[in-house]
């Protein structure tokens, strides 16, 4: 089954600085979706790329998507110490599968 | 609040009991999963019901049973559990299955097997 999976598994930085995190996957999707889960509670959906697309940009959210790699990434800008949460991927074959990973664990720093 | 509602939010049970998670969306939407969460390890897809018809069901134990008697609502009994079924219980729900669906998930039940 398609399970996206994310790199690093922690990251922790400091308040303003940005943080990136990393997807991969093995097989054709047709979209990717990123998740936020604050610790203990339900995942909330941040963005959606399709796989005609390169970047997406949401807020502070920039994702981008390289297909030929197989891979995405999530760039935080200018994060807060609200953006500490666990980051998952989805790769979406347009089925009811939606594979998550383990997530990367990310801690900002006041 | 995502539009999707479980209960109860904290469940602690002993191996031989028998009791029931809900999920409640108030999204209009036609798809309901169960997720299994447990530490350090992948969120595991248990079952999908679309239009009340289940269409996923990932050789889940058992002891494991859903319920989803129309498209607002799901459950999960549980019966004769093992310490290792502890976890985060999360349902989720999506307006189909097919492009550009995003998923809306509950906040979860945390369920302890003693």
């Known amino acids: 089954s398609q399970q996206g999976e994310e790199d690093p598994q922690a990251l922790s930085i400091q308040e303003g600085e940005n943080a990136t995190m990393n997807c991969s996957y093995k097989?054709?999707?047709?979209?990717l979706q990123w998740y936020r889960q604050n610790s203990g509670r339900g995942l909330v959906h941040l963005i959606l790329i399709r796989s005609n697309e390169r970047e997406k940009h949401s807020g502070r959210l920039r994702v981008t998507l390289d297909t030929s790699k197989k891979s995405s990434s999530l760039l935080i800008t200018a994060s807060r110490a609200a953006d500490t949460a666990s980051y998952f991927c989805a790769p979406h074959s347009g089925t009811y599968k939606y594979i998550f990973g383990t997530g990367t664990r990310l801690k900002v720093l006041a | 609040e995502t539009g999707v509602t479980q209960t109860p939010r904290h469940l602690v049970m002993g191996m031989t009991n028998k009791k029931s998670l809900k999920c409640e969306q108030h999204?209009?939407?036609?798809?309901m999963y169960w997720y299994k969460q447990s530490a350090k390890k992948p969120l595991e897809l248990m079952f999908v019901y679309s239009l009340e018809e289940r269409v996923e069901n990932n050789s889940v134990p058992s002891r494991f049973s859903p319920e989803c008697p129309n498209s607002s609502h799901l459950f999960l009994h549980l019966h004769t559990l093992q310490p290792e079924d502890s976890a985060l219980y999360l349902c989720?729900?999506?307006?189909?299955?097919?492009?550009?669906?995003?998923?809306?998930f509950g906040p979860g039940t945390r369920l302890t097997v003693l």
């Open positions: 097989t054709s999707i047709n979209n």
């Open positions: 989720a729900s999506s307006l189909g299955g097919g492009l550009d669906n995003e998923q809306f």
């Open positions: 999204l209009g939407h036609n798809a």
